[in-house]
């Protein structure tokens, strides 16, 4: 086909779709304005560049973009390859196409590093024009599409390249946007690339059983189709297969060969209506035996990206397991063509969504914020392609309000996700009426309850399992806020570990820190030392910093100094020990401020218990030995367990939980469960830096209404609540069979 014949198609699409004259001639007006440009360009296959062009326009086409989407098609090249400037672009189609065609413009003038920085860059940009305005990422979508079906012009170094980064970000957009066809294509193209063997033995294992597949397929058709007529169901059934990625996916996944896989080939029926939908699903039901924990109801929970689906597993004719998709025709236009469908073009331009569809596209939204707190282009790449294209899971408020995370989100994720101050007032999590631990996983469907208390801060040791950039910068920003003093020591501390505290003087005194903490742009090597301290720069960083004959000083310091290692414990609690090694019985917990003993053990050197320990009781005097707190500032927190009886009532355990943090102490473990006649038990492991806190926490316990006892329990277990659960029961039986002997 020449260039004068390339727009013919198009216009009679264009007429198909009934768009206006006015449309039409304005895109071809833009096409001939490319054609113009780009003349004497050619692409590495030795065809009119043109070309490109035309087919991300028919891509385009498509999906029924817009007049404006269109014409940008056409121009999405001339500002970067060609001599046309910004202000031709917006006299000729105005500011809302000049608007497009930036957003997709690469950062070509523009001097960076290395490549990667161009590229995450123009990522970044593209993300924020994304999030402004969603047809960019249709224009994109369309541009990468067509470079991927041409890429075998290009060497293989950057075949693979441009097929990673399609794989690891566009397909994913396409399947956040819902546009089926899209991902499914770059999918599967991006494999043929990264790993050619896998994509054509799929393709010929694929191509092998098709027809023993097909004729299952058909069978199985057939059979649904006289059901559905005989009830009077107007439907459309196909047979349709898995594209080689998701078989290669799945095969990698489970682990499992190809013969192993019994939903290559899928049935889909299409009806009208919903609630044909279930009455098509009960006929298929009734006539096949459906394969147990295979039934997913997309209709009642749609997915992330507004898709909706029956999808069942059935043992189908000759005993052969077949998948069954069951939705409506608007359903099937939405698995197609995604986001696309919901959005309503304009004469201008201007897009409007349902507000089912904004609120399920709010991520997009997110792209601008997470700009504000990215260091750099390439941290906000990383944070996005973690966030917004990894697996997702929806968890509800007790209200039935749903928020959208990354997959192995916490509690405390959740809790920054419904608002800065929640998350750093919160102080437990109940999750489907059960309290967990702050660091849990949260699943898709759960129902989370944050529970705060107005005494409540963050605590630094959240940074090591929250995975959203939101909660981990909301958390550094209150600690650089709030802290500051106590990190600026952590930072010091902790460069002194790696350095030893003589050469990390000799650097303070010099006068290096100064020089570092500006090449880092702190003002300060405070602020440097403070940074450390919250997380927000590393130790290798720091010391990469340092000059190379001062890093040879360090080396043969540590050297000389390890063969003398510091002996155990390096803390000072107790007196009496030195130059021992000693550690606190797990069996009555001490605490500073009461009295202890210490005990010598056959092989774990001194075991120290409180003076009233009931062990203590069988213990041979020679092995006990005098000492006690050493009473300095210890900066440390030490276990016990608490056991408190209250009345069995709604709403207790978060007000037992809010006394406990209104102290400052933390909760390990709580393990909860009810007595006859209404009396609740609540064990709860705390943390806690001496005796006289842990009376406070007893006497607010204590005041509580409902509250009937609160004891510290002789045996503590710092381990999960599954494994005191079980030393309780043991305990419990215990007790069960004294009555039983003095009868």
């Known amino acids: 086909m020449t260039e004068e014949d390339l727009f013919s198609p198009i216009k009679q699409t264009l007429i198909e779709q009934h768009r206006s004259e006015e449309d039409i001639a304005k895109i071809e007006e833009a096409y001939n304005f490319a054609k113009k ?3 004497g360009q050619f692409r590495v296959s030795g065809e009119p560049y043109i070309i490109h062009p035309v087919e991300v326009l028919k891509i385009l086409l498509g999906l029924k973009a817009d007049t404006h989407t269109l014409i940008a098609a056409l121009l999405h090249d001339v500002i970067e390859d060609t001599d046309t400037t910004p202000e031709q672009v917006k006299e000729m189609f105005g500011e809302d196409v000049l608007s ?40 994109k979508l369309a541009d990468r599409l067509h470079n991927m079906r041409t890429l075998n012009f290009m060497a293989p170094q950057k075949q693979k390249r441009i097929a990673q980064e399609t794989l690891d970000i566009f397909a994913p957009l396409a399947n956040r946007l819902g ?44 059979k649904i189709s006289a059901d559905v007529e005989k009830s009077g169901i107007k439907a459309q059934i196909t047979g349709r297969a898995k594209h080689y990625y998701s078989i290669y996916s799945k095969m990698k996944r489970l682990n499992i060969a190809f013969h192993d896989m019994y939903d290559i080939t899928a049935v889909r029926v299409i009806v009208d209506t919903e609630k044909e939908c279930y009455e098509v699903l009960g006929l298929i039901h009734s006539q096949f035996k459906p394969i147990p924990g295979r039934f997913k109801d997309y209709i009642a ?13 059935v043992i189908g004719p000759r005993s052969k397991p077949l998948e069954v998709q069951i939705r409506t025709w608007k359903m099937h236009e939405i698995a197609e063509y995604g986001v696309a469908a919901h959005w309503r073009y304009k004469e201008k331009g201007s897009q409007k969504a349902d507000n089912a569809t904004d609120m399920q596209f709010s991520w ?86 944050i529970l705060t208390s107005k005494q409540a801060a ?61 090449i880092m742009n702190y003002q300060s090597a405070e602020d440097l030392f403070a940074a450390l301290g919250y997380g927000e720069t590393t130790v290798n960083k720091i010391l990469n910093k340092i000059p190379k004959p001062k890093e040879k000083e360090e080396r043969i310091l540590e050297q000389s100094a390890q063969p003398q290692k510091p002996k155990k414990p390096k803390t000072k609690d107790v007196v009496g020990l030195e130059g021992m090694l000693y550690s606190f019985a797990r069996c009555c917990s001490p605490i500073p401020g009461e009295p202890i003993v210490g005990v010598v053990t056959r092989s774990k050197g001194v075991s120290v218990h409180r003076l009233d320990c ?17 009473g300095q500032n210890l900066h440390k927190t030490y276990s016990t367990t608490i056991r408190i009886e209250t009345g069995d009532k709604l709403g207790m355990l978060k007000d037992i939980i809010s006394a406990v943090s209104d102290n400052n102490t933390n909760i390990n473990y709580a393990n909860v469960k009810s007595k006859q006649n209404n009396v609740g038990i609540i064990e709860l492991g705390i943390e806690l830096d001496n ?7 007893i006497a607010c316990i204590q005041s509580l209404p409902d509250v009937y006892s609160v004891k510290r329990v002789q045996t503590s277990f710092s381990h999960a609540p599954e494994q005191f659960s079980k030393k309780n029961t043991k305990t419990s039986k215990k007790k069960s069979s004294k009555p039983k002997k003095s009868n």
Request: glycine share 4%; charged share 30%.
């Open 37 to 39: 440009v780009h003349g």
């Open 691 to 697: 005796i006289n806190t842990l009376r406070k926490v």
């Open 364 to 449: 997009m939204r997110k792209m601008v914020e997470y700009d504000k707190n990215a260091r750099d282009a390439e941290d906000y790449v990383n944070q996005v392609k973690f966030e917004i294209f990894s697996d997702q899971v929806f968890v509800f408020t007790p209200n039935g309000d749903v928020f959208d995370l990354p997959v192995k989100a916490t509690p405390v994720d959740f809790a920054y996700r419904i608002h800065s101050d929640v998350g750093h007032r919160t102080v437990g999590a109940l999750v489907n009426g059960r309290i967990v631990q702050l660091d849990s996983k949260l699943k898709n469907g759960d129902i989370c309850e």
């Open 614 to 630: 009931k062990t203590l009781e069988n213990v041979e005097p020679e092995r006990l030995l005098d000492v006690q707190w050493s």
């Open 179 to 222: 546009i089926g066809k899209l991902k499914a294509e770059l999918e599967d193209l991006s494999l043929r690339y990264l790993e050619p063997d896998k994509y054509y033995e799929i393709a010929h294992l694929v191509s092998q059983t098709k027809a023993e597949r097909e004729a299952t397929v058909q069978l199985l058709i057939d």
């Open 301 to 313: 929970m749609p997915k992330g990206n507004l898709y909706q689906s029956l999808h069942t597993s």
């Open 458 to 518: 963050p605590r630094l040791d959240w940074l090591n399992f929250v995975v959203t950039k939101a909660a981990s910068s909301k958390i550094r920003q209150w600690f650089k806020k709030n802290k500051r003093e106590d990190h600026v020591e952590l930072g010091k501390n902790t460069l002194e570990h790696e350095l030893t505290k003589a050469t990390f003087d000799e650097l303070t005194k010099n006068g290096e820190f100064e020089r570092i903490a500006n």
């Open 100 to 139: 497009l065609v930036q957003g997709v413009t690469k950062l070509s003038k523009y001097q960076f590093k290395s490549k990667e920085e161009r590229q995450a860059e123009n990522f970044r940009r593209m993300f924020i024009a994304m999030a402004k305005d969603i047809r960019v990422i249709f224009l």
